[in-house]
């Protein structure tokens, strides 16, 4: 048993743990805003792994439903 | 299909040509939005219309980028997304594309949304779709944030109180506790009464 992971993290769970605490240091096209809503002109580049905390401006939020798996053609 | 760097906005402009030749999107349609990106976004991002979401991973040399999971968003099921302008021109014909930091949006589908938390034992209760569409509208502007995080977090804090059943649901705590820990960074100690994001 991993003594810092503990029992509780699957082996699937602490890889993206990993992952995620990786990203959250390793922001190379971000510049260190929230990746909802923290940069400007467009937030949504940020790797950083924390909630969104604020809105950038001209955001715009939306709630949808998805219509379509992946589209083979779409431009 | 593909997509040339040079048609994006933003840091997505940086995207490497290797991670854009194929680029893949879902349709999404509209069940509510709070008109914030201004009459442009607001005539393709009105109830009842659609856009397509592109999603991106942005690597930082050794990790993957483009997008190549399997599965994304499941159709039919409802999400929540914070969209900006991120092409220069709409598509000649068709919805709006957006582009998207895939592990971070929609919400909930996104990722690595499970490891916003800084627990480690995964809080089962999570806000709906629609609660943190919410939310995301009362989140406070980035230039109030930046001037005046604990006071730019009143409409937040509001929303919370009206609601505090849900106080401890995954993200509204994540996102109040890294609020009073900037805060905390800002003070240079801990927030007071009412300058806590609570």
Known sequence: ?75 | MATEPFDLLGDFRFLPESSTGNTRGQLFQVLESDGGGGEAEAASLGPGGSFIAVPWTLGCGCAEEGWGDTIWVSPGDTVAFLLTPTRKEDPPRGPPVFDVLGWHQPYPAGEMIPYWRKERVLNPDWLTPREFFGLLEVLPGEAAFRLDPGGSYHGVRAWSAERPERRTAFPLSAILSAADAGLMRVQGGSPGPGGGAR
């Not at chain 1, 993206?16 to 959250?24: D, E, T």
């Not at chain 1, 096209?29 to 990746?35: I, M, Q, T």
């Not at chain 1, 905390?53 to 939020?61: D, E, Q």
């Not at chain 1, 709630?63 to 779409?74: F, G, I, M, N």
């Open chain 1, 1 to 75: 048993m991993d003594p810092f992971l503990g029992p509780r993290i699957e082996a699937a769970e602490a890889g993206r743990w990993l992952k995620a605490l990786f990203l959250s240091g390793a922001s190379l096209l971000g510049s260190g805003g929230s990746p909802l809503g923290g940069q400007s002109p467009a937030p949504v580049a940020s790797s950083d792994a924390g909630p969104p905390l604020f809105r950038s401006p001209g955001s715009t939020a939306v709630l949808a439903v998805a219509t379509s798996r992946w589209l083979p053609s779409w431009r």
